[in-house]
């Protein structure tokens, strides 16, 4: 038995070895940031502050700009999501449930969201803003950022759909219920799991959205991402980290209020159209 | 009518709006940019200007080879990486595979700047690696930010996630039975591996690969804050074409070629998943 626990105790060791290098590789960049946000005096060579302080919270805190910017993004993501969810959601519906003509060729135009780079796509999207009288306005930035939203509605939650068994849905029918009915009582239950998971997706990207913003809510509209991009260039590390927590804390909050629907198998179907 | 016709009508009503909004925010530019990439930026005739030059200017071919290198180099380290790591939560039940199943996925939903940002500030030069690593006594560190290998780790930290998410939904449907008869068969693990993991997930790959080639080739936010001065990759390229020397024709043309790179791989991806229907 001997050799038995000593192979266990080396296994044990390279599974500790690997976790080690995943926290460091993937935390080591927001632990290090959340670190710096607190910190008053952290001078080179020294691996931890010398002085911990809040006092850039306070700085931070203090902009109007930044403020503004916050009430913006939380306020611009809302409707992103609200919009994609009301024009979208049909739509995978219909991808899942209903045979119709062309359906696999609309269901995969969806892909070319992605397919083109992000800032040319910006740009000719500025240009075309710009006939229509789109620059500078709400309704402008809403349709940049449905850009990046419109596959992970469409996709995802007609993934989720598709994966509720007809044989569900059928009986209810056989009970009497009206396809209205079954669908609010029966569908859209099993499928909310698929249809969270996507408007976090949307509200986040929303949130995170920066180089198409920028293009085309120039001069008026600085959500944070862009206040971000300036303090990063502007103020000392500290402001920037600072930044960076209050910018990542709707991402942890969110990702914990639904940490139950947030699994691998619903975002991974929504990638893998049938 | 008939029924299936109505089911049919209703089916196109229900996605013609999100269709609408596709077409004027994503086809309608695309065409446009296509158009504009056809005229000479030089002569301003309708031709295939640009893209020749695009191909015979060296800084440009350099961008090119620089881009195609960190694309193909960070695609293929994060599926051998994602496949390592789905592997082993697939089949590890120790603790710490459970930690790391918790939070894997975390870095896929932050935003792209702050994670950037982390990056520089955790391998830059005199960050928190360097003193970490002055603390064991090392006192070299290979240049990262600003240079090639800043560029693959962003890559890496940015698609790994969403690879080993791919995958071990694609392992989990794997069946125990099949892993276990195949052990008491007396496979090894490399066996194991490529004669019932792999042809089994094969698919998925195909998915990861095609979404983590699209989301690096174009890729902006990274590469603008990480990368180097000179070759610059596509995305960056493009974008101070178009700022810096305003020229919206050549950036078009460097827009859609990525685009025809893409679409390479979207076929691919379209086949893989057509393949499916059809069974």
Not at chain 1, 133 to 144: A, D, E, H
Not at chain 2, 160 to 182: D, H, K, Q
Not at chain 2, 242 to 247: I, L
Request: with cysteine; aromatic share 14%.
């Amino acid at each position: 038995m001997n050799w038995y626990f000593r192979s266990l105790g080396a296994r044990r060791i390279v599974e500790f070895v690997l976790l080690v290098v995943f926290v460091i590789f993937f935390l080591g960049p927001l632990l290090n940031l959340l670190i710096l946000a607190v910190s008053g005096k952290w001078q080179y060579p020294a691996a931890l502050p010398q002085s911990w302080s809040l006092e850039w919270w306070q700085f931070v805190l203090s902009q109007d700009d930044v403020l503004e910017s916050i009430s913006l993004s939380f306020l611009i993501a809302t409707v992103v999501t609200v919009c994609s969810i009301i024009v979208c959601i049909p739509a995978a519906y219909a991808f899942a449930r209903i045979a119709f003509p062309l359906s696999r060729w609309f269901l995969f135009s969806f892909l070319l969201t992605h397919a083109f780079p992000k800032m040319g796509l910006y740009v000719s999207i500025a240009v075309l803003f710009y006939k229509f009288g789109l620059m500078n306005t709400f309704l402008g930035i809403v349709l940049i950022h449905m850009v990046n939203t419109l596959m992970f509605m469409t996709w995802i939650p007609s993934s989720a759909f598709r994966s509720v068994h007809r044989a569900q849905e059928e009986s209810a029918r056989d009970a009497g219920a009206g396809p209205l009915r079954v669908f609010w009582k029966i569908t859209l239950p099993m499928a909310f799991p698929g249809i969270m998971v996507a408007s976090i997706f949307t509200f986040l990207s929303s949130l995170d959205e920066a180089q198409g913003t920028l293009l085309v809510g120039i001069p008026d509209f600085k959500t944070m991402p862009i206040i971000m991009y300036s303090i990063i260039a502007d103020y000392p590390n500290t402001t920037g980290a600072v930044f960076s927590v209050i910018l990542t804390l709707p991402t942890v909050i969110l990702l914990v209020a639904a940490r139950r629907f947030v699994s691998a198998d619903v975002l991974a179907g929504g990638f893998q159209v049938k | 009518m008939s029924t299936s016709g109505k089911r049919g009508m209703l089916g196109l009503a229900l996605v013609i709006p999100s269709f609408l909004i596709l077409f004027v925010v994503v086809i309608l530019p695309i065409l446009y940019a296509v158009r504009e990439s056809l005229i000479d930026q030089n002569s301003g005739e309708f031709g295939l200007g640009n893209y020749i030059r695009l191909f015979t200017d060296p800084a440009m071919r350099k961008n090119i080879t620089y881009t195609l290198n960190v694309t193909i180099v960070s695609t293929l380290l994060s599926l051998l990486i994602s496949y390592s790591m789905a592997v082993y939560l697939r089949f590890s039940t120790s603790w710490m595979a459970r930690w790391i199943n918790r939070l894997y996925f975390v870095p896929m939903f932050v935003p792209g700047v702050i994670a950037t940002y982390g990056l520089i500030t955790l391998y830059g030069n005199h960050g928190w690696m360097v003193r970490l690593l002055l603390l064991l006594g090392i006192d070299s560190f290979p240049k990262i930010i600003y240079d090639y290998n800043g560029l693959v780790l962003a890559n890496l930290w940015f698609n790994i996630p969403f690879a080993t998410m791919l995958l071990s939904s694609a392992l989990a449907a794997v069946p125990n039975s099949v892993i276990e008869s195949a052990r008491d068969a007396g496979a090894n693990i490399w066996q194991l591996f490529f004669r019932f993991i792999l042809p089994l997930s094969y698919k998925t790959m195909w998915v990861a690969i095609t979404f983590i080639f699209m989301g690096i080739i174009g890729s902006f936010t990274a590469p603008f804050l990480i990368g180097a001065n000179s070759p610059q990759v596509l995305g960056v390229a493009m974008q101070q074409v178009f700022s810096n020397y305003q020229e919206t024709h050549t950036s078009s043309a460097m827009a859609v070629f990525m685009f025809l790179l893409c679409s390479v791989m979207g076929y691919f991806y379209i086949r893989t998943m057509g393949k499916d229907a059809d069974v």
